[in-house]
């Protein structure tokens, strides 16, 4: 009887504490396509995203700024962090928009932007990313509707150095100046030719 109450009232101080059940835990990916400016929007208008970040990774500069990445001098690459729920949306349906805004047939290069900083990259976070990814790599090389090869790298996640403030949501802020860009770069126009009408949209 004695250790049927202290069982209780254990029970007891632990519904009472206010003490919150702890929430499902959000993931990470991270992407590089080319301008990061253009690449936020295809994952923000996603069910199950939650946020997504421009910035710098896949380098060797600690704390790069914008000049410096645009340099070519520090290895990172112009990329976008998403954070999203897994149990709302898929990293296989990440991967899926990831390709679909990508010209993932150049090296270092997408658009009307060269050099390493703009070089398309997957960055994994785990094995299963990994795995994923490469599945989604071996998947689009069976299925391309393009005949270039892939050069897309798949790569383990580094360091992820968040762009400047003005940088964040640029498509948003900046709406006519992102548009003008977006379509001097010859952006759409490309992955139109690639992917056909199913393109991703601006």
């Given at each position: 009887?004695?250790?049927?109450?202290?069982?209780?009232?254990?029970?007891?101080?632990?519904?009472?504490s206010?003490?919150?059940?702890?929430?499902?835990?959000?993931?990470?990916?991270?992407?590089?396509?080319?301008?990061?400016?253009?690449?936020?929007?295809?994952?923000?208008?996603?069910?199950?995203?939650?946020?997504?970040?421009s910035?710098?990774?896949?380098?060797?500069?600690?704390?790069?700024?914008?000049?410096?990445?645009?340099?070519?001098?520090?290895?990172?690459?112009?990329?976008?962090?998403?954070?999203?729920?897994?149990?709302?949306?898929?990293?296989?349906?990440?991967?899926?928009v990831?390709?679909?805004?990508?010209?993932?047939?150049?090296?270092?290069?997408?658009?009307?932007?060269?050099?390493?900083?703009?070089?398309?990259?997957i960055?994994?976070?785990?094995?299963?990313?990994?795995?994923?990814?490469?599945?989604?790599?071996?998947?689009?090389?069976?299925?391309?509707?393009?005949?270039?090869?892939?050069?897309?790298?798949?790569?383990?996640?580094?360091?992820?150095?968040?762009?400047?403030?003005?940088?964040?949501?640029?498509?948003?802020?900046?709406?006519?100046?992102?548009?003008?860009?977006?379509?001097?770069?010859?952006?759409?126009?490309?992955?139109?030719?690639?992917?056909?009408?199913?393109?991703?949209?601006?």
């Amino acid at each position: 009887m004695i250790r049927r109450l202290a069982v209780f009232l254990a029970a007891a101080a632990l519904f009472t504490s206010g003490a919150a059940p702890a929430a499902d835990p959000l993931a990470k990916a991270t992407f590089a396509g080319g301008c990061f400016w253009c690449m936020e929007k295809p994952f923000d208008v996603l069910p199950g995203v939650i946020s997504t970040t421009s910035g710098y990774t896949g380098g060797q500069k600690k704390d790069p700024t914008y000049e410096e990445v645009s340099s070519g001098g520090t290895g990172h690459a112009e990329s976008v962090q998403v954070v999203y729920d897994p149990k709302k949306i898929s990293y296989e349906k990440l991967l899926d928009v990831f390709w679909h805004n990508i010209d993932p047939t150049v090296r270092n290069r997408q658009f009307c932007d060269s050099g390493t900083q703009y070089r398309s990259a997957i960055f994994f976070h785990d094995a299963e990313q990994k795995r994923l990814a490469e599945e989604s790599l071996k998947a689009l090389e069976k299925n391309k509707p393009f005949k270039e090869p892939i050069v897309t790298e798949i790569t383990a996640a580094s360091t992820f150095y968040p762009a400047e403030e003005y940088h964040q949501d640029y498509y948003k802020k900046n709406p006519v100046r992102y548009g003008y860009y977006r379509s001097g770069c010859g952006r759409d126009a490309r992955l139109e030719q690639l992917w056909g009408k199913s393109a991703a949209g601006h």
